[in-house]
Structure formats: C-alpha cells, structure tokens
C-alpha cells in the first residue's frame, strides 16, 4: 500500500535547499572579508580618527606656510622701502649737501657787493675796513661749519700740517719751530684741507 502525503507538505531536504537559496540572494558579503560591514548612509561621509588628525595637521601646516609667505612679503616690501629712502637720501645729501654753507656765503657775498658799491666814493681807510669786516665775516661762516685756520707761528713743525718752505737761521726761535708764516693752512673737523706753508727756524751757524 501507498503512503498518503498531506496536501501541502515538503519533503525536509527541499525545504532546506529553498531557505539557503533565500538567504543566499539576500546576502551581499564585503569584498574584504577582513572589514566590518558599514551602513550605506554612512558609507561615503564616514572618515577614521586617523585620517581625520592628519588632515587638521596638513590644514595646520599649510595655514602657517602662508602666514610666513605674507610676512615675507611684507618684510621684503619694507626692506625695498628702507633702501629706496636711504638711495634718495644719499642722492640728496650729494646734491644738496653744501646747502647751507652756500647760504652763508651769499651773506658774505652781499658784504662784499655793497663795499664795491661804496668804493667809488669811500676813502682808502673805509676799504680797509669794510674788507676786515667781509673777511671776519667769512671766516665766521667757515668756523660754523668746521674750517678752522692753522696758523702756527712760534708752534713746533708738525709736518702732518705744515710744509716747510725753507729753513732759516734764528737767534730768538727755537730750532725747528716755524719762523714765519707764508701761507695759512686750513682743516675741516680735524682734518687738513690745506697744510700751512711755513719758514722753519735753526740753529745759527
């Protein structure tokens, strides 16, 4: 006799094959079995703690490196600045640098225009004296800006600021002391413009 099999029912292997096949479709393994498995919401925003303190650091870095380049656009633009006024400087002080000895001289100038003018009619003892007053006033404005006269008479040779013009035998001067003066010298702040020309003494023969 036959066995009668209850409509609906499935042999148990059957039934078996069909749940692994179900869940065999639904099923999606990783391409890296190693990795976890990462909701697809979050799939493409998610970034590792790792990556995430590189990339402030990279941030960080590149922040500073243009802080330093516009410090060093800023230091070089005040560096061309610094030269370009000291050039101008330069420049002014060579063009401009007897600027107001040259006012000085006008007044000396003008001292010796009105005694020209006044030479037709003064007398000889006006001119000598209107020329004193000139020259005074000349070496006035020499003196402001650092000329000073050597005159050395009675002084010992100096042969830094003197030159001798000759030697001469002396009774009352010290051998080797300047006699006379020929020419005054002159210096400018210490230094010599023009050595006085002098008659150096000696020992009488």
């Given at each position: 006799m036959?066995?009668?099999?209850?409509?609906?029912t499935?042999p148990?292997?059957?039934?078996?094959?069909?749940?692994?096949?179900?869940?065999?479709?639904?099923?999606v393994?990783p391409?890296?079995?190693?990795?976890?498995?990462?909701?697809e919401?979050y799939?493409?925003?998610m970034v590792l703690?790792?990556d995430a303190?590189?990339n402030?650091?990279l941030?960080?870095?590149?922040?500073?490196?243009?802080e330093?380049?516009?410090?060093?656009?800023?230091a070089?633009?005040?560096?061309n600045?610094i030269?370009?006024?000291?050039?101008?400087?330069?420049?002014?002080?060579h063009?401009y640098?007897?600027?107001?000895?040259a006012?000085?001289?006008?007044a000396v100038?003008?001292s010796?225009?009105?005694?020209?003018q006044?030479?037709?009619s003064?007398?000889?003892?006006?001119?000598i004296?209107g020329?004193?007053?000139?020259?005074?006033?000349?070496l006035a404005a020499l003196?402001?800006f650092g000329?000073e006269?050597?005159?050395?008479?009675?002084e010992?040779?100096?042969?830094?600021m003197?030159e001798?013009?000759?030697?001469?035998?002396?009774?009352?001067?010290?051998?080797?002391?300047?006699l006379?003066?020929?020419?005054?010298?002159?210096?400018l702040?210490?230094?010599?413009?023009r050595?006085?020309?002098?008659?150096?003494?000696?020992?009488?023969?």
């Amino acid at each position: 006799m036959s066995e009668d099999k209850k409509p609906g029912t499935q042999p148990a292997d059957k039934a078996s094959e069909a749940t692994e096949a179900e869940m065999a479709e639904t099923m999606v393994l990783p391409d890296d079995p190693e990795s976890e498995l990462v909701p697809e919401e979050y799939a493409e925003t998610m970034v590792l703690p790792e990556d995430a303190g590189v990339n402030a650091e990279l941030q960080a870095a590149l922040a500073k490196a243009d802080e330093n380049w516009e410090k060093y656009l800023r230091a070089e633009a005040e560096g061309n600045n610094i030269r370009r006024r000291a050039e101008r400087d330069v420049e002014n002080a060579h063009r401009y640098g007897v600027e107001k000895f040259a006012k000085e001289m006008l007044a000396v100038l003008d001292s010796l225009e009105l005694g020209i003018q006044a030479g037709e009619s003064a007398t000889v003892e006006a001119l000598i004296e209107g020329n004193q007053a000139g020259l005074k006033q000349f070496l006035a404005a020499l003196t402001k800006f650092g000329v000073e006269a050597i005159d050395p008479e009675g002084e010992p040779f100096n042969p830094e600021m003197h030159e001798a013009m000759v030697m001469q035998p002396s009774d009352t001067a010290e051998p080797n002391s300047v006699l006379q003066v020929v020419q005054t010298g002159y210096s400018l702040n210490g230094r010599v413009l023009r050595p006085a020309r002098v008659i150096v003494a000696k020992a009488p023969e």
